[in-house]
Structures are given as C-alpha cells and as structure tokens.
C-alpha cells in the first residue's frame, strides 16, 4: 500500500482507547504482505513478526517496534432532558477545538452530531468565556425520548474528519497521533525486504496508550525483547513554542536523548543516521517519556530501549499535520540499524 495510501486510511479509521479493534483490522490487511505470524492479544495488541535470516526462531534476536493504534475521544456520559447527549474525554482532547466539530456515536450504530455549547442561547457576561468539556454536548437531532433509544451511555464518540492533503507531502488528519507511527512501521518493514536481518522484528500496535501505556507493558511483558523502540510523535515547531522544544517538520525524525533512552543504542542510531545521510533532529526529554517507551525500559528486569518522535503539529486535534518525508525516513533508519544488529554486536551494544 502506498504510504500517503496508509496514512489516510489509518487517520480516517474510529479506535478510541480500549475500542481499538477496528485498527488491528486494517493492521492486519497492510503487514500481510511483509510479515508472518500476525495475532491479537487478550488486551487488543497487535503484532506481525517478520523473522530474521536465521529461522532457528528460539535463538534470534528480537527486536520489538511499538506504535500505539488508540486516539483521543469521548465517551457518553448522560442524556440531557433536552435530548443533547454529555461527554467525558477519553485521553487529553483540547476543549477550545471542539465547538462545532461533527462526530459518530459509535452505538448499535453510527449516530452522526455536532458538539454544541450547552448555554448556546445565553447572552450573559460569562457566553464569551473559554469552554470546559463539561460545558459542552452533542446534538444529534432527537428529544430525550428518542435519543435514549439510539445512544446508550459508555458508547464512545470520535471525531468525523477525512485527512487532508495540503500540499504534496503534507497530509493533516486525526489521530496521526499515533497512527503515523503505525504508518512508520509499515515503511520500515517495507525497507527490511531489502536487507538481510539476523533479528526477528515484532512490529506491535499497542493498545491504550493514551489511557496510560497499558498496551506497551503487556506486549513487551509477552515478547521479552532484547531491544524495544517506541515510535510517537513529537510537538512540531510553530512560531509560538521555542526551537529547542520542538521538532522541525521536513528535516527528519526526532531521536530522543533521556533516562528513558539506552545511552549506547542512540549513539549507534545516531551513527547510522550519520553514515547513510539520513535527516535527523535531537529531542530532549530528561525524564518518563509519557510514551510507550517508558513502559517498554521498565518491563520485566528492563528492557534497552529508543524512542523515535515524528514532528507533528496541532497535537490532540482533528487536524494534526504530518510531513510523509519525517515517515519515510524514520522508516529508512530504522530498518537500516535493525540489519546492523548482530548477535556478534549485540551485547557489546548493551553494556553500559
């Protein structure tokens, strides 16, 4: 599948935290062609093993790539008298993006409505102020009567948006937060059908991630993994928030420098990047990542770990922006340090 393809299809699909099957669906249908041994676990990951050159499976290297499948949303929470339908968030959505936006009720079936200030009609001092999630429902065209027949409460609401091409390699959706790191996946095994690898690379969605990296503790928990890498996305640099916090769309993905980060496999990383001139930036975060990457370090007796970041711009909205040359070259360095692991290079790669 092509890759502006994949990143339009995985945008567009519904999956908020722990309602992530549909996701593993498309996942499965994009990785068949690369991978073997794809499954689901009881938590709702997914994973696709592309097995290394030595097919002596108990013996190879594994290598462990997670990106998570979930996005931010809401979930019903109480059926007004006036038949609007309340909310609750589902992970950290910014509030003043929300107003007017159209949504699905993903009920028995997709119910359609726009999300509307409670107080509408109020002219008050107080109308012009900055709305709270709880100030806000979806109207979905029906009195209480008929409304409760259609939507039930705990059914989960997504935003309905198709991404958008805004220039060639510039594609604006929802959740690519963290659907581009799905997407960075796709690309990097793509790669690998190019090299020769001794590894075999787990490419794993996970689940949750936003609701507290459960998917990530389960699925490196399952796998053991001698080296996990994290893909996520980074805050993409607009003209309000300082250069050194960000990330500068176009000029490469961000490799991260922390306590969460194996000291000795981002120097390697970094090398390669390096060797084969592929664009890069430093991202810096000295403490818990608050992506999967942290959960990946601390699993079992720990686990040597990395954390790629994509660029992306206008995070936790409906139209957060992503540069398709930040994917392709994240996939490219990923698969090029995977063939560079041996078991020859491994453990010296792992000591401190």
Not at 121 to 133: L, P, Q, V
Not at 234 to 256: Q, V
Not at 262 to 280: D, G, S, T, W
Not at 281 to 303: F, H, K, N, S, V
């Amino acid at each position: 599948m092509d890759l502006r393809d994949a990143v339009t299809k995985l945008s567009d699909a519904h999956g908020v935290s722990g309602y992530e099957h549909n996701i593993s669906i498309i996942l499965k249908d994009i990785f068949t062609e690369f991978c073997s041994d794809i499954n689901v676990d009881k938590l709702g990951n997914f994973y696709a093993i592309k097995r290394g050159e030595d097919r002596k499976i108990e013996n190879n290297i594994k290598i462990m790539l997670a990106a998570h499948m979930d996005e931010i949303g809401f979930m019903v929470s109480n059926i007004e008298d006036n038949g609007l339908v309340s909310f609750s968030t589902i992970g950290g959505f910014d509030p003043r993006t929300l107003l007017f936006q159209d949504v699905i009720i993903h009920s028995k079936n997709e119910i359609l409505g726009v999300v509307v200030p409670k107080d509408f009609n109020n002219k008050s001092d107080n109308a012009d102020k900055a709305k709270t999630i709880e100030d806000l429902a979806v109207d979905i065209g029906h009195d209480k009567e008929n409304a409760k027949k259609l939507v039930e409460i705990g059914d989960t609401i997504t935003i309905k948006r198709a991404s958008l091409a805004l220039r060639e390699n510039i594609v604006s959706g929802k959740a690519l937060d963290d659907r581009a790191g799905i997407a960075v996946m796709l690309e990097c095994a793509k790669e690998l059908m190019n090299f020769k690898h001794e590894s075999d690379v787990y490419f794993v969605g996970t689940v949750q991630e936003e609701v507290g990296i459960r998917g990530a503790t389960v699925s490196t928990y399952n796998i053991n993994p001698d080296i996990g890498i994290a893909i996520d996305v980074g805050f993409g640099h607009t003209s309000e928030l300082p250069e050194e916090s960000t990330l500068k769309m176009g000029k490469g993905p961000g490799i991260t420098l922390g306590a969460n980060i194996h000291p000795k496999l981002r120097e390697k990383i970094v090398e390669i990047a390096q060797e084969y001139n592929i664009p890069f930036q430093y991202e810096l975060d000295p403490g818990p990542t608050g992506t999967d990457a942290r959960a990946i370090q601390i699993t079992r007796c720990g686990i040597p770990t990395l954390l790629i970041s994509l660029p992306l711009k206008y995070m936790h909205t409906s139209v957060e922006t992503i540069n398709l040359v930040d994917i392709k070259n994240a996939g490219k360095l990923l698969a090029r340090f995977i063939s560079y692991i041996t078991k020859d290079n491994l453990e010296e790669l792992l000591c401190y």
